[in-house]
Nanobody, 121 residues
Framework: VQLQASGGGLVQPGGSLRLSCAASGFTFDAGVIGWFRQSPGKERRGVSCISRADGGTYYAESVKGRFTISWDNAKNNVYLQMNDLKPEDTALYYC???????????????WGRGTLVTVSS
């Protein structure tokens, strides 16, 4: 499985960004694609994930109501629409693939390079 995240940048508080994760190399419609973020000195934390089997989604409490995960019809691109961004959302954002479900990064087997999101005035 190959994954590549993009779309990061500098945005002011209250602004929006859309991250993209280009995904390929899947054999079956199974597993989960997740978005994670990591700030310097902190553990990687789950943000949101989407099931490749049925499109079910899950969000961390910190982003509920602000972030939306989605994919294109071919399931080759997974998006993270981020609205009402806050300085505490600043982090390196990664997309990952795991065979199961949920936002425990230790259950994920494949990762793309991160894309940096900076929220600052």
């Amino acid at each position: 499985v190959q994954l590549q995240a993009s779309g990061g940048g500098l945005v002011q508080p209250g602004g929006s960004l859309r991250l993209s994760c280009a995904a390929s190399g899947f054999t079956f419609d199974a597993g989960v694609i997740g978005w994670f973020r990591q700030s310097p000195g902190k553990e990687r934390r789950g943000v949101s994930c989407i099931s490749r089997a049925d499109g079910g989604t899950y969000y961390a409490e910190s982003v509920k109501g602000r972030f939306t995960i989605s994919w294109d019809n071919a399931k080759n691109n997974v998006y993270l629409q981020m609205n009402d961004l806050k300085p505490e959302d600043t982090a390196l954002y990664y997309c990952g693939y795991g065979p199961g479900w949920g936002l425990d990064w230790r259950q994920y087997t494949d990762w793309g390079r991160g894309t940096l999101v900076t929220v600052s005035s």
